[in-house]
């Protein structure tokens, strides 16, 4: 099983420069999530999707966009790239909205931008 | 401010003796509780959760307190095993809108020793 594949698995970037994050499950989930984490510190929600066709924000979208046209893929767009925006981001899936329904993640993606 | 604290950053226990990490939570609308294991290089992976109407939930090694009147939980393995030397996410799901939001303590760095 597959699960949540994200790739590129690392990427450097210069200030300025765009690039998509690109993120794909193969368990049907309709629910997905973009992560960033920052040295030291606990995962904020970037944006969420409940379905194809619907996204929405999270803690800290300012310099992202998304778009979900399939329920398989759900891509992250970085504009402008600033360093501020080097972490690494995690992509997740989840079956359902329940509260114990547990988040599945990929293995991120580390990038560094110079 | 954080909603969800890891206060303790790093533990280290012996092989074959029981780890307890803990977790504290100031958000009284909190209703699910939920642990994740990560190995470097990895996406974060889930443990074990619980109901916030419930105070122990227990999968195999695996078990979690929750303490509601003083918002804390806990999260014990017994017996605790090297494969174990991971950093253990605590994370807090709430409803926001119309979707649920985790939010995530900063980790706690557990080492197994042989």
């Known amino acids: 099983n597959a699960g949540v594949t994200q790739t590129p698995k690392f990427r450097i970037l210069k200030i300025g420069q765009s690039m998509t994050l690109q993120c794909a499950q193969d368990?049907?989930?309709?629910?997905m999530y973009w992560y960033r984490q920052d040295p030291g510190m606990g995962l904020k929600l970037i944006y969420y999707?409940?379905?194809?066709?619907?996204?929405d924000k999270g803690e800290v979208p300012n310099g992202y966009n998304v778009s979900r046209s399939t329920t398989e893929d759900f891509p992250l767009r970085l504009e402008l790239a600033a360093p501020s925006q080097t972490s690494v981001y995690f992509c997740?899936?989840?079956?359902?909205?329940?509260?114990?329904?547990?988040?599945?993640f990929g293995d991120g993606t580390r990038l560094s931008i110079l | 401010d954080q909603q969800v604290k890891q206060n303790s950053p790093s533990l280290s226990v012996q092989e074959g003796r029981i780890s307890i990490l803990n977790c504290d939570y100031t958000?009284?609308?909190?209703?699910?509780f939920l642990w994740y294991k990560k190995y470097p290089a990895e996406g974060p992976t889930f443990l074990i959760s619980?109901?916030?109407i419930k105070d122990k939930n227990e999968d195999g090694r695996f078990t979690v307190f929750l303490n509601k009147s003083a918002k804390h939980l806990s999260l014990h393995i017994v017996p605790s095993q090297p494969g174990d030397s991971a950093v253990y996410f605590c994370?807090?799901?709430?409803?926001?809108?119309?979707?649920?939001?985790?939010?995530w303590g900063l980790g706690t760095s557990l080492a197994v020793n042989p």
């Open positions: 997740a899936s989840s079956y359902s909205s329940r509260g114990e329904q547990p988040q599945h």
């Open positions: 619980i109901s916030s």
């Open positions: 999707s409940v379905g194809a066709g619907i996204t």
């Open positions: 368990m049907n989930h309709n629910y």
């Open positions: 994370a807090a799901s709430e409803w926001a809108g119309n979707n649920r939001k985790l939010i």
């Open positions: 958000n009284s609308m909190f209703d699910y």
